[in-house]
């Protein structure tokens, strides 16, 4: 997913009229080739290079951390547990993967964006592939923790890497792309999980997840190019405090990061618990037909790419409000009895979840002049956040009042997330690239 922020310092917004106006032009291209300090522009080989690692990490992130979540029914039989219980499995990894983020963003600062991101990648490949043979849920909840730790250096600083080396005109479509790359990961590891898993054992399905991750991480190492624009701040840590403060103290960034969370947790919970309401009577669909569910991240992919141009076209503080408001129409019509109808309101919701993620993470990207990796790591860190206190809490829900409970808590952080989105209308931009 799913994936997914990137941020200008002050040389790129310095440079951002120059460098997109000369960015297709031949001598561009020669400053590209001979390291010199020109962005990135779409259409060079450079961007679809960029392009292609970047999909191919956000690929590998949103795989291995939610091909588990099909998986959830599975391990409450197999270890006798709750819905509540058994989510832990997804939250305990995103848990761990928000609180990894920040310090993943100050050592980034030092190591450089794209030794870290490879390290990370295959580090939770080789996690997934030893959860297959887990002894106990206990160990298993272990190993997934590890992984949403070693994935702590994926998410940010691939969102920081973007921000710095892709030109500001190209970086709504640049991050839609990642975006997408995290959709398409989303929806096959929960889909193959969900197929090896119904024929064979939800071990065997997490180690086929895991040795795709491997190649994804052989794949990314190749393709990414070699960070240009990267500066090492050895004195990070002690920067620190300050940066948080300046990102706090802009009017707009705190409401950003209250949409990762509502949102991220919202769409995560849905396809927590709609596996085990299909699963259940009067639908009582097998483990494969409610994994091809996920079949719907497509839409994402599409989404995401759609709406990241719609923003760089019109402006994210005239769009975004209405893509929020897209999500909840559809998680009214999965309160239908009738399965096409279902299926239709996820699919809305998913459409709306990967369009606005989009947005707003780019946002965030534009209104950050310094301390790119932070801004990008805080507003992941309510996106995982969220997810691990939301999804868990709408188990709650699940248990005590079925579907329409969750729908009911659900509904209401999407309407708290479209005033968000309405508030961010009058936010006045901090530069040109902020538009």
């Known amino acids: 997913m799913p994936p997914p922020v990137a941020s200008l310092d002050s040389d790129a917004l310095s440079a951002s009229s120059s460098a997109s106006s000369a960015a297709t032009s031949?001598?561009?291209?020669?400053?590209?080739?001979?390291?010199?300090?020109?962005?990135?522009?779409?259409?060079?080989?450079?961007?679809?290079?960029?392009?292609?690692?970047?999909?191919?990490?956000?690929?590998?992130?949103?795989?291995?951390?939610?091909?588990?979540?099909?998986?959830?029914?599975?391990?409450?039989?197999?270890?006798?547990?709750?819905?509540?219980?058994?989510?832990?499995?997804?939250?305990?990894?995103?848990?761990?993967?928000?609180?990894?983020?920040?310090?993943?963003?100050?050592?980034?600062?030092?190591?450089?964006?794209?030794?870290?991101?490879?390290?990370?990648?295959?580090?939770?490949?080789?996690?997934?592939?030893?959860?297959?043979?887990?002894?106990?849920?206990?160990?298993?909840?272990?190993?997934?923790?590890?992984?949403?730790?070693?994935?702590?250096?994926?998410?940010?600083?691939?969102?920081?890497?973007?921000?710095?080396?892709?030109?500001?005109?190209?970086?709504?479509?640049?991050?839609?792309?990642?975006?997408?790359?995290?959709?398409?990961?989303?929806?096959?590891?929960?889909?193959?999980?969900?197929?090896?898993?119904?024929?064979?054992?939800?071990?065997?399905?997490?180690?086929?997840?895991?040795?795709?991750?491997?190649?994804?991480?052989?794949?990314?190492?190749?393709?990414?190019?070699?960070?240009?624009?990267?500066?090492?701040?050895?004195?990070?840590?002690?920067?620190?405090?300050?940066?948080?403060?300046?990102?706090?103290?802009?009017?707009?960034?705190?409401?950003?990061?209250?949409l990762a969370f509502l949102l991220m947790g919202s769409f995560v919970s849905l396809y927590n618990y709609i596996g085990y309401r299909l699963l259940a009577t009067p639908f009582s669909l097998s483990q494969s037909v409610v994994g091809a569910l996920s079949l719907l991240y497509l839409l994402g992919i599409y989404s995401s790419v759609w709406a990241g141009r719609l923003a760089d076209r019109y402006g994210r503080r005239h769009v975004l409000w209405a893509l929020i408001a897209i999500p909840p129409v559809g998680l009214l019509l999965t309160l239908s009895n009738w399965l096409p109808l279902i299926v239709l309101g996820v699919a809305l919701y998913t459409f709306g979840f990967f369009a606005a993620h989009s947005v707003a993470s780019s946002w965030v990207g534009r209104r950050a002049l310094g301390n790119r990796a932070l801004a990008s790591a805080l507003y992941l860190f309510f996106y995982y956040f969220g997810s691990s206190v939301v999804g868990s809490l709408s188990g709650l829900m699940w248990e005590s009042h079925g579907w329409p409970g969750v729908v009911l808590v659900l509904g209401s952080l999407s309407l708290l997330a479209l005033a968000i989105g309405w508030r961010l209308r009058q936010l006045a931009p901090v530069a040109q690239a902020d538009l």
């Not at 409450?76 to 990894?100: D, G, K, N, Q, Y």
């Not at 887990?134 to 298993?140: F, G, I, K, T, V």
């Not at 975006?179 to 096959?188: E, H, N, Q, R, T």
């Not at 794949?219 to 624009?229: G, I, V």
Request: glycine share 10%.
């Open 26 to 258: 031949p001598a561009s291209s020669a400053a590209d080739r001979s390291g010199g300090t020109a962005r990135i522009a779409a259409g060079s080989a450079a961007f679809r290079r960029s392009n292609r690692a970047l999909f191919f990490g956000g690929f590998s992130t949103f795989a291995l951390l939610y091909c588990v979540q099909p998986l959830m029914p599975l391990l409450s039989h197999e270890f006798a547990l709750s819905a509540a219980r058994s989510s832990m499995v997804l939250s305990c990894s995103t848990a761990a993967l928000a609180l990894s983020l920040l310090a993943s963003s100050v050592v980034s600062e030092r190591l450089g964006r794209k030794p870290l991101m490879v390290g990370a990648m295959a580090l939770a490949a080789l996690l997934t592939i030893a959860c297959a043979g887990a002894h106990n849920y206990a160990q298993l909840l272990a190993l997934r923790t590890l992984l949403g730790i070693a994935l702590g250096g994926m998410p940010a600083i691939a969102m920081a890497y973007l921000g710095e080396e892709i030109e500001p005109n190209s970086l709504g479509l640049s991050m839609g792309l990642y975006i997408s790359g995290s959709a398409l990961g989303g929806m096959a590891g929960r889909v193959i999980a969900s197929l090896l898993s119904d024929h064979f054992s939800w071990r065997l399905a997490l180690a086929v997840v895991g040795a795709a991750g491997v190649l994804a991480a052989l794949e990314f190492w190749r393709s990414l190019p070699a960070s240009r624009h990267f500066r090492p701040q050895h004195t990070a840590w002690r920067a620190m405090p300050a940066a948080f403060r300046g990102h706090w103290s802009d009017a707009g960034m705190p409401w950003l990061f209250a």
